[in-house]
């Protein structure tokens, strides 16, 4: 039998498995959906049990594919998504549901611990106290749930919940320390005095571990249930940036992940600590190394939206193939010079978040006239995405980051016209690498580390890692999105007044 590595992501609407023959070649895939809940304004939930019972229909679904049957899985990884809060009580049962990443109820918590400790919190973990991160939402628990909060035995993060699941190892990886601000960002390690002055007893908190840290293995149980051979190993996993930033092969100082999924990102690789409140700090998945982060909430779901709203003839046209509907989107958006004529897009379609933090942000078009057309509104559109990008990445040089080449993943990577646009408005070099599978081998690869398949990082990405196009800025045409980004900039500053709730 040939060796596979598994990788399981847990992310917002649904998890994806997939299995990688050693070499990273993608040999099997399978998802399934859930729910997310919205009980109240401001609150997004989502029910662990439903993606535990996901992640097991995934799996008797992966293993019965003719794929597999040549196969065996020798190690197993999970990522997933960030800034959870998942309280359990010592026989594993979840006592609340998961306030996701987007759930902003403990915003009036998060303004008391703000004006009482100031920034020492900042000093400690790397990261500003907002609603959006796991430890105001587990003190929002504790002050309006307190009977539940009373019988916590840990609090776990989502890849952690999985792993719970797969072997009853209780545990918390480094990369998921940051959404925590009990969380030293220099030491990795839990802060004593931090949690002290917010009342989180330090018990619930799990051991911290690397994540490529071999935890537990497959237990009986979880075999009979899932077809899993007994004794698989499963290392500890990662949040999902972190997972996708090894995937695309980003393991080195100053080397960039640029994210282009439904929202646009960035994660520069450290060999230092470097913090800024403008951004986000975490430890990589890769030891000894940080990732400082940005992110839009405005990416491939801009285009989404303009497809379904203004381009219905071409998504009707492409209904059985939806990328098409993409590639005459970027077919006209070439017609139009780079600036769009002087079109400027704000893509806060839903509020922003780094570097302006500013949930009242609105999405803006700017410069519309007679002679302007659809392909205008596209073409900004793409624009106004790679901006937000760039102001990330120069809030992240001025705080003294390096960024060297970038590594793309997500569905904007796929086309060229959007990834070439991103490297002339950046001026960095843009590298796609052959799989669009990136969290999923990220999470996979770990497991090949940590049970020894792969020697080290480098050895993994030698491996498993090809790139299939390079992307050079073109400094002519960088100069003009050098105009369009100061207006980008200047548009926010006037109109930021009026964008109020």
């Known amino acids: 039998m040939k060796e596979a590595l598994l990788g399981i992501d847990i992310g917002t609407s649904s998890c994806k498995l997939a299995t990688f023959s050693i070499d990273g070649t993608v040999i099997a ?12 304004k401001g609150w997004a939930e989502q029910k662990p049990e439903e993606w535990w019972d996901s992640v097991v229909s995934a799996i008797q679904k992966l293993l019965k594919m003719p794929e597999m049957q040549e196969f065996t899985i020798v190690g197993i990884g999970v ?72 019988k916590i035995d840990q609090v776990l993060q989502a890849n952690s919940y999985i792993v719970y699941k797969l072997t009853g190892a209780k545990t918390q990886d480094l990369s998921q320390g940051y959404g925590l601000q009990c969380f030293d960002m220099k030491k990795g390690e839990w802060n004593q005095e931090i949690c002290e002055l917010l009342g989180v007893p330090l018990e619930i908190l799990p051991p911290i571990v690397k994540s490529d840290q071999v935890v537990g293995s497959i237990t009986a149980e979880i075999s009979q249930l899932t077809g899993l051979e007994i004794g698989i190993p499963v290392v500890a996993g990662g949040v999902d940036a972190a997972c ?29 600590c470097i913090a800024d409140k403008r951004l986000i700090l975490g430890y990589h998945v890769v030891p000894n190394h940080w990732l400082l982060q940005g992110g839009t909430v405005g990416g491939g779901g801009v285009l989404d939206w303009v497809k379904n709203n203004y381009c219905l003839e071409e998504k009707q046209n492409a209904q059985f193939h939806e990328t098409d509907a993409y590639y005459e989107m970027d077919r006209m958006a070439k017609s139009v010079p780079a600036g769009s004529d002087g079109v400027v897009f704000l893509p806060y379609m839903a509020g922003e978040r780094s570097p302006i933090w500013n949930p009242h942000a609105k999405g803006v078009y700017y410069g519309f006239d007679f002679t302007k057309t659809r392909s205008h509104l596209i073409r900004a559109s ?32 796929n086309s060229e016209f959007w990834t070439q646009m991103k490297a002339d408005v950046t001026g960095k070099v843009i590298k796609v690498p052959s799989s669009d599978t ?64």
């Open 438 to 501: 990136a969290t999923t081998l990220g999470a996979a690869i770990l497991a090949g580390i940590g049970v020894g398949v792969y020697k080290d990082y480098q050895d993994a990405r030698d491996q498993t890692i090809k790139v299939k196009k390079v992307y050079h800025p073109n400094p002519e045409v960088k100069k003009e999105y050098d105009q369009g980004f100061a207006q980008y900039k200047r548009l926010y500053q006037q109109l930021e007044p009026l964008m109020t709730e």
């Open 79 to 150: 990522d997933g998504q960030g800034w959870s809060m998942i309280p359990i009580d010592s026989d594993g049962k979840v006592l609340y549901n998961n306030p996701i990443w987007m759930d902003t109820r403990a915003k009036d918590i998060c303004d008391e611990v703000k004006a009482a400790y100031g920034d020492r919190i900042f000093e400690v973990s790397g990261n500003p106290f907002e609603p959006t991160y796991s430890l105001p939402k587990l003190l929002w628990l504790k002050r309006h749930h307190p009977e539940i909060f009373k």
């Open 29 to 40: 895939t399978a998802s399934e959906k859930y729910a997310v809940y919205y009980p109240e």
């Open 244 to 272: 996708g930033t090894l995937g695309v092969g980003v393991i080195a100082h100053g080397e960039t992940q640029e994210q282009g999924g439904q929202a646009e990102g960035m994660s520069i690789c450290l060999n230092e």
């Open 382 to 413: 793409q624009e106004g995405v790679a901006y937000s990008l760039k102001d990330n990445l120069e809030v992240a040089e001025s705080a003294g980051a390096i960024i060297g080449e970038m590594r793309a993943m997500g569905g904007s990577a």
